[in-house]
């Protein structure tokens, strides 16, 4: 079904029916958008759920000026930012020296770098998420709507309200970043 089909659904009386399909349409897309930034399940679970009762409420008034996903990924993007900053307002521990070795005697800084240890697709997405964790929260945004979501930087401009310039540069510096960390340049 369309997004328009959706909206006329919605507006024509069908309400609950229609945003379910919507939900259902557009879920794990959101989810995944959210859990990249978020990283927890239950959080990202949380951050979803405030995320469609804001669609559901906005939906009423929803003009169609941006596409309805791009609306939606504003919402969830908005929604994660808030949940992210709350959260690092809360956090009252400090984070450890990445140089600490833990239980096993590895060095973190040294495992990055892959110093004698076998190199696996399971190592390189954990290394990968680690160089994306180490992003300031913007460009950890924009690294993951344009890599993983291979989102088009013109749809990152309606989401992000960012001119398309700035996007590219942000962009073209996270992956800057995200190179130097996995070739252990940090």
């Known amino acids: 079904m369309t997004d328009s089909e959706l909206l006329d659904m ?4 069908s309400r609950e029916r229609a945003f379910t399909l919507l939900v259902q349409k557009y879920q794990e897309r ?3 958008h959210i859990r990249r930034m978020v990283k927890d399940h239950d959080d990202t679970d949380d951050v979803m759920q405030n995320t469609f ?3 559901w409420r906005g ?6 000026d941006a596409q309805l996903f791009t609306w939606m990924y504003r919402i969830a993007t908005n929604e994660t930012l808030t949940f992210l ?12 020296n ?14 990055i770098k892959g110093d004698s240890h076998q190199v696996d697709a399971e190592d390189i997405q954990a290394r990968l998420q680690r160089a994306i964790e180490s992003l300031p929260e913007k460009q950890k945004i924009v ?3 344009r890599y993983y979501d291979e989102m088009p930087y013109e749809q990152m401009s309606e989401v992000l309200d960012t001119s398309v310039g700035a996007l ?4 073209h510096h996270a992956a800057r970043k995200v190179e130097s960390f996995l070739l252990g340049e940090h």
């Open 168 to 171: 590219k540069a942000s962009y």
């Open 98 to 111: 990445n140089d600490a070795e833990d239980e096993e005697g590895y060095a973190p800084a040294n495992y």
């Open 143 to 145: 690294f993951n709507l």
């Open 10 to 13: 919605f507006h024509s009386g």
């Open 59 to 64: 939906l009423e008034n929803f003009r169609a």
């Open 53 to 55: 009762m804001k669609v």
């Open 30 to 32: 959101v989810y995944y």
């Open 85 to 96: 900053n709350q959260r690092n307002r809360k956090a009252t521990v400090a984070f450890e």
